[in-house]
């Protein structure tokens, strides 16, 4: 008898937090971990969020193929997200001076409180790496792709 009063403690307990979860509105969330490479780049790791509430996009890792160090006066990166038809930078950073730019790190970005955005929204994602070519002494461009929407509008990540 006791076993059963206590399982019926327990039933209740589960029933009371299920009924109290009821009322939260779930957020929809698209995460991406996206990777490519240019000519000259390689980037590992990138990742973008969306929420309702928001997006946050970094935690990559650029790096110079073939090269171990590369000191430049020049180096920066744009993340552009094409939404809408409209392309946007959603994320970026640069450094200036003498530095070793052979691997850099994109650090992070969170966006709160704009136009939420979904994955059906995004036609592709690229960056855009700009930096001093020591070797030919003029500034270089490269472009990464890194998320391009199927032809058929169709993703895994719908629904």
């Known amino acids: 008898m006791r076993k059963m009063l206590v ?6 307990a589960i029933i009371l937090l299920l009924s109290a979860c009821e009322g939260e509105q779930v957020e929809t969330k698209y995460y991406m971990s996206l990777m490519g490479e240019s000519d000259t780049w390689k980037l590992n790791g990138y990742e973008i969020m969306l929420t309702s509430d928001g997006e946050k996009a970094g935690n990559g890792k650029l790096s110079m193929k073939g090269v171990d160090e590369y000191v430049s006066d020049i180096f920066s990166f744009r993340t552009h997200a094409v ?15 003498q530095t070793d730019i052979a691997q850099q790190t994109t650090g992070t ?42 032809e058929d509008g169709e993703t895994f990540l719908q629904g």
């Open 7 to 12: 399982n019926s403690v327990w039933l209740i």
């Open 83 to 97: 939404i809408d038809g409209e392309d946007t930078v959603i994320h970026g950073g640069s450094v200036s001076g």
């Open 109 to 150: 970005i969170v966006g709160e409180g704009g136009k939420t955005i979904t994955i059906d929204e995004v036609s592709s994602i690229y960056m855009m790496i700009e930096w001093w070519d020591t070797d030919e002494n003029i500034p270089a461009q490269e472009r990464i792709d890194l998320y391009r929407k199927p």
